[in-house]
């Protein structure tokens, strides 16, 4: 398995909607729009579309979501399916859809994901949503919303490592001043350490400004083969590491609150890609909350185990840093619709790729991480993208 998938496919097109409130469009139209927006990156007609992975949306659900989209837009895909992996959904597409192309199964899929939650959702609906991540027996009695899952991962990681709360207000610092240069982002007003530790308390040790946004918008991508990449509009982004680790579903059967299945998921992806962490110019990682990124940093590779907090803060990951992190704004700036939040990572990986970030393209990017998670530190999926296919 190691070489069966490097750089046999490729990412050829990629775009979003407009991100933030969008009251204007659903989740159904943000998801389309998307589409249709990655398929005029493309230069590709939908009927070339023979294959169509999406995720399904909270504010407006469909029972069969994949062949709902498909509806709309007439297209008739001989692969076709729905995916539910947390916030690692869209990577684990991308690894699904990589095997179907190579297999011979389709030769062009359309990955996208929307989701209207800062409009589309009631305050009662949006706190239902959020108590249901534990466990109906052990966990969601206790009325445990999503902030403390992860304020428990922060208080272990300071309690065995001696993080600070400076540390991971750090990590804020950081994504911030990567959205402050792009102009699609939420949130571009540059923030202090001081001004991250004095937002209000959400669930100690975490701060309004250590979570995650909360949006409406879509993504989507379009992959094919590489070699039916090669004549297409844009230079194409190859596949050429996929891996993915699962450790646990609720975080009460967790083995650890500092160490995830990320490291499996890394393990795999650099094995099939025939690199390692040093190799990595620039890495997209799954931010909902700031400890997240201390444990992912670490459990791929990039640090030591413990040193995420003083790896951050000494500003190797903000722009012009020695290692950039999240260079849209993650989803603590650039913004987070629940399930899609990965989806911005993978399409700011491929303009940087391409050279195409604008302001905020880095000097170098020939090779990108890729990092996404689902559930409370449940599901990873990581992808090793490169210029070349090999």
Do not use: W
């Not at 069969?64 to 509806?71: C, D, S």
């Not at 160490?259 to 890394?266: D, H, I, P, T, V």
């Not at 399409?347 to 170098?364: C, D, N, P, S, Y």
């Not at 996404?372 to 993208?385: D, E, Y």
């Amino acid at each position: 398995m190691a070489d069966t998938l490097r750089g046999k496919t490729a990412i050829i097109g990629a775009a979003d909607t407009p991100v933030g409130v969008v009251p204007a469009m659903g989740a159904t139209q943000l998801c389309i729009e998307a589409i249709l927006r990655a398929l005029r990156d493309a230069g590709i007609d939908k009927g070339e579309v023979d294959g169509l992975i999406t995720c399904n949306s909270m504010a407006d659900p469909y029972l069969y979501h994949a062949e709902a989209m498909a509806e709309y837009l007439q297209i008739f895909p001989g692969y076709c399916g729905s995916i539910g992996a947390g916030g690692g959904t869209t990577f684990a597409a991308v690894q699904q859809a990589a095997c179907a192309i190579v297999s011979g199964v389709c030769q062009t899929v359309v990955i996208a994901s929307a989701d209207s939650l800062r409009s589309g959702l009631s305050r009662e609906r949006a706190m239902a949503v959020q108590s249901s991540s534990g466990h109906p027996q052990f966990e969601s009695p206790y009325g445990v919303p999503v902030p403390a899952f992860y304020a428990l991962i922060a208080r272990a990681h300071m309690h065995e490592f001696g993080t600070t709360a400076e540390q991971l207000a750090a990590v804020a610092v950081s994504t911030r001043l990567h959205a402050v240069r792009n102009p699609t982002a939420q949130m571009r007003t540059p923030i202090s350490i001081e001004e991250v530790l004095n937002s209000r308390m959400i669930a100690d040790p975490l701060h309004l400004l250590d979570c995650s946004l909360v949006s409406d918008g879509g993504s989507a991508i379009v992959m094919t083969s590489a070699a039916r990449a090669r004549d297409r509009r844009q230079k194409p982004v190859y596949i050429l590491g996929a891996g993915e680790g699962h450790g646990h579903e609720h975080i009460s059967a967790a083995r650890s609150l500092t160490r995830s299945a990320a490291a499996e998921a890394g393990k795999r992806a650099y094995q099939m890609a025939g690199v390692g962490p040093k190799d990595v110019d620039f890495a997209e990682l799954y931010d909902c909350f700031t400890p997240v990124v201390l444990i992912e940093l670490e459990d791929l590779g990039f640090c030591a185990k413990g040193e995420g907090g003083a790896f951050v803060a000494s500003g190797v990951t903000q722009p012009g840093g020695s290692f950039p992190v999240n260079t849209h704004g993650g989803l603590l700036s650039h913004c987070h619709p629940g399930n899609p939040g990965s989806m911005f990572a993978l399409t700011e990986a491929v303009l940087q790729l391409r050279g195409q970030a604008g302001e905020r393209q880095l000097g170098k990017a020939e090779l990108a991480l890729v990092h996404a998670q689902g559930g409370i530190m449940s599901s990873h999926c990581t992808l090793i993208l490169g210029r070349e296919s090999c």
